[in-house]
């Protein structure tokens, strides 16, 4: 049951593969035709070995020169052969693997939010590093496998005609050693699955460590970090170390094992020759052949360690180009044009522990500017989240201009939506492919349009090499306030009639905020515009406010009125006035 279920597996992955590989299949059958060139010409070298050996036994030493200079031709043709069939390969292997990594940059992108919150980075960095190369290798490696196991096994079909006692032997003897290697294999796949899971998380961790150094060294945490950094090491070269292990004991074995069969070789030849069953010609040229029917053994173990290899990474990477983690939906309806009428409609929500949000129901005209406020935890940022589809609506519905955005094709709802985060991610671009991400074609009159109105403008005017200046990782080399009006300013771009902003000033001195607050309610009146804040005076000249406490809303009303019909808002208001 357990080999027709990784016959299975191994035929569903090859199939899935082939789909990548048959993109650039003239190179691989090219690869394939120069394999089997290599494969006739390997053929002959036993028999002018075993021809060379004959010559000099017989002293027929002109001869023996002329045999020698056949091989010659035949090694130096093979290594023409093998050099070009590699240049070949390795552009085979890059455009395949390519091909097949940015399929799955492609996919990773789909990959819901919830489902990314709950792998690390590992997850998926790993797979695209190291996974795809092993899905390619399988191709290459097989068909030259088979070609070689092709080409050796005439040599032991020429065995039965020499000596059918030891083609025998040959056949006992390569059962035996494919029998240890089977056991071998299946341990050490065992042991890889582990493994390949244990480095997913130390990448993550590494990745976490490099992207948060500065706030380890602030927090004096070096040694802390260091700890469990290492700790997480020593899992993984452990599950290596244990891994090395079992293949050394089935490998002690194996060799040991072949050490004794070729004595035995040597024996049972002896006593076929007393018999008079086997001449001392013939057991020269079966001791010549010995080494190539152990190497016939060798590709198929080869060949199955390859496969082994390839299923375990092809399902990790079909994983992700498959069903192994849930997808954004990518059908819907297309909405142009979009008003920015907003309406949630007793939407409840919860990310596993309680609900986020309560029967919450509001709506947003077209052209308002609405506020939104409330303590930590509240569920701000949660009716953002779904609003652009980053979360899938679980009970109630959420409508733009009237359609429920579960309805709506997320390419196209997001197209209509800016978002700016509290911390946005600034990418490791320079300043103006940062800005235009989203927009390539856009002018650059708007481009720096945008960045006057999110204040930006002057300070990159201020760098060396102003708008192609690079900001490093996460826009390491900009302050935190400069990263937040770059992503205004990468929003504005965008030109979307919604536009949402998750504490997108938190970052900024007080004159800083002010102009941005000017510039946002300078935009067009035809823009919706939603603002979460903890500090009431970005959002109180909103249209209306929001009030939520506990996933609930408890009241909506312009700034004046809730000052005098709000509890919860006052204390707010009291609170941060007595902060200044």
């Not at 699955?193 to 060294?217: A, H, N, Q």
């Not at 938190?506 to 919706?528: C, H, M, P, R, V």
Request: aromatic share 10%.
């Amino acid at each position: 049951m357990k080999k027709k279920k990784d016959f299975s597996e191994t035929k569903n992955n090859l199939k899935m593969s082939w789909k990548f590989i048959k993109n650039n299949k003239k190179k691989l059958f090219f690869i394939v035709f120069l394999s089997f060139l290599v494969s006739l010409l390997s053929v002959a070298i036993p028999i002018f070995t075993a021809k060379l050996l004959l010559s000099l036994s017989d002293g027929l030493l002109m001869e023996l020169v002329k045999v020698a200079g056949f091989i010659l031709i035949i090694e130096v043709s093979r290594n023409i052969i093998n050099t070009s069939m590699r240049h070949i390969y390795d552009y085979y292997v890059l455009d395949t693997v390519t091909e097949i990594q940015m399929e799955m940059f492609k996919e990773t992108l789909k990959i819901r939010t919830s489902e990314i919150d709950k792998n690390t980075s590992g997850t998926f960095i790993e797979r695209i590093n190291n996974d795809t190369n092993e899905i390619v290798n399988v191709f290459d490696v097989t068909i030259s496998s088979f070609l070689d196991v092709i080409s050796n096994f005439g040599v032991l079909i020429a065995v039965i005609f020499i000596s059918y006692p030891m083609f025998f032997f040959f056949v006992i003897t390569s059962f035996i050693n494919a029998f240890i290697n089977h056991k071998r294999r299946n341990k050490v796949f065992e042991q890889q699955k582990k493994y390949r899971k244990m480095r997913e998380k130390k990448t993550g961790l590494i990745s976490e460590v490099v992207r948060g150094v500065k706030d380890i060294k602030l927090l004096g945490a070096e040694e802390g970090m260091l700890d469990k950094t290492k700790a997480q090491l020593k899992k993984v070269n452990k599950e290596m170390i244990i891994i090395n292990k079992t293949s050394r004991v089935f490998n002690f074995l194996f060799w040991n094992i072949r050490d004794v069969f070729d004595f035995l070789f040597i024996l049972f030849g002896v006593y076929l020759i007393r018999i008079d069953l086997l001449s001392i010609s013939n057991f020269v040229i079966l001791y010549t052949y010995r080494g190539r029917i152990e190497n016939l053994l060798d590709y198929f173990n080869r060949m199955a360690d390859v496969l082994k290899d390839f299923n375990l990474s092809a399902t990790r990477v079909f994983e992700i180009l498959d069903k192994g983690f849930k997808k954004e939906k990518i059908n819907g309806t297309d909405i142009e044009n979009v008003k920015g009428n907003i309406e949630f409609k007793e939407v409840s929500f919860s990310y596993g522990d309680g609900d986020v949000l309560k029967n919450v129901n509001f709506e947003i005209k077209p052209g308002e500017r609405v506020g939104f406020v409330g303590a930590s935890g509240s569920g701000k940022s949660t009716i953002f989240n779904l609003i652009t589809g980053l979360y899938e609506v679980q009970n109630g519905s959420v409508l733009i201009d009237g359609i429920d955005v579960n309805d709506i094709s997320l390419r196209s709802l997001r197209k209509n939506i800016s978002l700016i985060p509290q911390n946005p991610y600034i990418f490791n671009f320079s300043i103006k492919d940062n800005l235009v991400l989203s927009n390539k074609n856009v002018g650059e009159a708007n481009m720096i349009d945008a960045c006057r109105k999110a204040q930006i403008y002057d300070r990159i005017m201020e760098f060396d090499d102003k708008f192609e200046t690079e900001v490093g990782e996460g826009g390491v080399t900009l302050s935190g306030g400069e990263k937040q009006r770059v992503a205004i300013a990468r929003s504005l771009i965008k030109n979307s009639n919604i536009i949402l902003f998750d504490e997108a000033t938190s970052a900024l001195d007080n004159i800083t905020q002010n102009k941005i607050q000017e510039a946002i309610y300078g935009l067009d009146k035809d823009k919706t515009i939603l603002i979460i804040a903890h500090r009431l005076s970005t959002v109180i000249n909103c249209d209306k406010i929001v009030v939520l406490d506990d996933g609930k809303i408890i009241d909506i009303a312009p700034h004046e009125i809730l000052l005098k019909r709000c509890s919860k808002y006052k204390e707010l208001y009291k609170f941060e006035e007595k902060s200044k």
